[in-house]
């Protein structure tokens, strides 16, 4: 799942949540999330008539099973923790 979707999940700003991920590097290995390439942003904005991932400054951040399920132990949200409970 890409940032700006597990942002919206988690009811966090995009902006904090790749913050907590730059805070806890230790938390999310290369296997747990990867920063996606110019390329595969491309291949994205083909896909969908109207991208909601143009206007960054980085590339997006792209996380697996395991990296959503660590996001929701460094994120602050009630759905975060209510997640990490479960």
Do not use: H
């Not at 999940?9 to 920063?35: C, G, H, I, S, W």
């Not at 991932?53 to 602050?76: D, H, I």
Request: charged share 20%; hydrophobic share 40%.
């Amino acid at each position: 799942m890409l940032d700006t979707d597990l942002a919206v999940l988690y009811q966090v700003p995009t902006k904090r949540l790749n913050e907590q991920v730059r805070r806890n590097p230790e938390r999310f290995p290369a296997d747990f999330m990867f920063q996606l390439t110019p390329q595969e942003i491309q291949n994205l904005r083909s896909q969908f008539a109207t991208s909601s991932y143009g206007g960054r400054r980085y590339l997006p951040y792209a996380f697996t099973e395991n990296g959503v399920a660590m996001l929701s132990s460094v994120l602050k949200s009630r759905t975060a923790v209510s997640v990490n409970i479960l």
